[in-house]
């Protein structure tokens, strides 16, 4: 089965330091996507990627950044972490975009997540 | 505002009762999946359903979709303690490739 890995189950940072958060897929996917998932609020679409060196913003991107060097990691960038990005983050891969059928690898694919703390 | 609404929010039942969680929008969808996420993990998808009016029964699990696409529920029969966890519905519209989630059903099955 696909595999979907972030490299840190939790993170404690400081106000203002730089925090990376890596995602590595194991199933030569197109597409991944980095969301934020706060308590009653879902979750949230911070960024995404279709193809290496492509990214487009999801529905909140700011305080974010991203990095798509290589097709099976996608890197999520804090420049200056604040107080409210302390979230689960998790990180996503899909075969398909535009619209999701029934067949069985139709879905989005889920890391473990990371819970960044920012103090 | 959530553009998908689920309720109840929480709910704690006792192994072996039944219940319903509800997904709502006043916006139509291509597609819905209803996804459920354990403790420490990330959401694992259950089902997708793509047609208006669509039933489809996973064991003990039956979800619908809405005649017009904006809803759907998820009907579980003899709950288990194995059943809890956070279901979240998303939704795929037809004007945009970004799934929308909505903001989730906890719930606690009681032995």
């Known amino acids: 089965d696909v595999k979907v890995t972030q490299s840190s189950r939790y993170l404690v940072k400081r106000t203002g330091e730089k925090v990376f958060l890596e995602c590595v897929q194991d199933m030569d996917h197109e597409n991944m996507f980095w969301y934020r998932q706060d308590p009653g609020l879902g979750l949230r679409l911070i960024y995404f990627s279709y193809d290496v060196k492509m990214k487009e913003k999801g529905d909140i991107p700011e305080g974010y950044s991203v990095s798509r060097e290589k097709k099976e990691r996608f890197s999520l960038i804090l420049e200056s972490a604040s107080t409210n990005q302390t979230s689960m983050y998790l990180c996503?891969?899909?075969?398909?975009?535009?619209?999701?059928?029934?067949?069985?690898?139709?879905?989005?694919?889920f890391g473990s997540g990371t819970q960044l703390s920012v103090l | 505002t959530q553009l998908l609404e689920q309720s109840p929010q929480f709910l704690s039942i006792q192994e072996g009762e039944n219940l319903t969680v509800y997904c709502n929008s006043s916006s139509v969808f291509s597609s819905l999946q209803w996804y459920r996420q354990e403790p420490g993990e990330g959401p694992v998808l259950l089902v997708t359903?793509?047609?208006?009016?669509e039933v489809k029964k996973l064991k003990r699990l039956t979800f619908q979709f809405g005649d017009a696409r904006k809803d759907s529920s998820l009907h579980i029969t003899a709950a288990q303690t194995g059943d809890t966890g956070l279901y979240l519905c998303?939704?795929?519209?037809?004007?945009?490739?970004?799934?929308?989630f909505g903001s989730g059903t906890r719930l606690l099955v009681r032995p």
């Open positions: 996503a891969s899909s075969l398909y975009w535009g619209g999701f059928g029934t067949q069985t690898n139709e879905k989005l694919f």
């Open positions: 998303a939704g795929m519209m037809d004007s945009s490739y970004k799934l929308i």
């Open positions: 359903v793509v047609t208006g009016g």
